[in-house]
């Protein structure tokens, strides 16, 4: 069989990178006052942020679109060459370029015009967001408990009435069904491709009609019956 287990989401980072100092510090204030106990580091300009993006990493950032060095936009679109990636929140005035963001993904967009009224929802929306993350699958493996976090799990493969998890951490093999597992899983980003595949979502590099290929190269057969069921799952994924 298999479970999940929650963990605590410990030394939150956040960044916040917007040119107004005014504006800065209130959402500086605002932020630690919906997380207390965070670590808040802020930027003034879209260069000074990317440059410690290089090295210190943070778990939300919260982004002005309308910046004159570096836009928002600019920015979100090299958050992808990052080893990991924060949970990005758009801050504007500018309504109007919220469907412009949509390609960027960002995970909210707040308005200045109502931030006071909107930040401690979306917060909240970023901490569930970070505890899912983090939850881990646990399994009997040669006699030992192991628990993978499910951002590092790839896929799992049905073996008669065994299972292949393949995971950032190597290749494990557990007595289990594969509908078993996709059942504890249901809600949290695996697919069904294929009846004795199961893969994460995030995982996917590309999904086609016939065959998915991951961010490592490999390729996994989709099965005619669940080609439909998983191409709506994962567009929905990258909406």
């Given at each position: 069989m298999g479970?999940?287990?929650?963990?605590?989401?410990?030394?939150?980072?956040?960044?916040?990178?917007?040119?107004?100092?005014?504006?800065?510090?209130?959402?500086?204030?605002?932020?630690?006052?919906?997380?207390?106990?965070?670590?808040v580091r802020t930027f003034s300009s879209g260069a000074a942020l990317l440059a410690c993006l290089q090295t210190n990493a943070c778990d939300i950032l919260l982004l002005d679109i309308d910046m004159p060095d570096i836009t928002g936009m600019e920015i979100a679109g090299q958050l992808s060459l990052l080893e990991k990636r924060p949970l990005l929140v758009f801050v504007t005035s500018h309504d109007e370029l919220v469907y412009d963001s949509f390609c960027y993904h960002p995970f909210a967009f707040l308005r200045k015009s109502s931030f006071d009224r909107e930040i401690k929802a979306a917060l909240d929306d970023c901490m569930r967001e970070l505890q899912h993350r983090e939850r881990h699958f646990c399994f009997r493996w040669e006699g030992k408990r192991v628990c993978l976090l499910l951002s590092e799990i790839f896929y799992f493969e049905a073996e008669g009435n065994y299972l292949m998890v393949f995971s950032k951490m190597g290749q494990?093999?557990?007595?289990?069904?594969?509908?078993?597992?996709?059942?504890?899983?249901?809600?949290?980003?695996?697919?069904?491709?294929?009846k004795g595949f199961l893969i994460n979502q995030a995982a996917v590099r590309l999904l086609g009609a016939k065959e998915v290929e991951l961010l490592d190269g490999t390729m996994l057969p989709v099965g005619k019956s669940y080609a439909k069921t998983a191409k709506e799952q994962f567009l929905r994924y990258l909406a």
């Open positions: 479970e999940i287990n929650a963990v605590k989401t410990e030394g939150l980072r956040i960044h916040i990178c917007d040119d107004e100092r005014r504006m800065l510090q209130m959402i500086a204030e605002k932020v630690s006052e919906c997380l207390p106990g965070s670590e494990y093999r557990f007595r289990s069904t594969i509908t078993s597992v996709e059942n504890t899983l249901a809600g949290c980003g695996f697919i069904r491709i294929h």
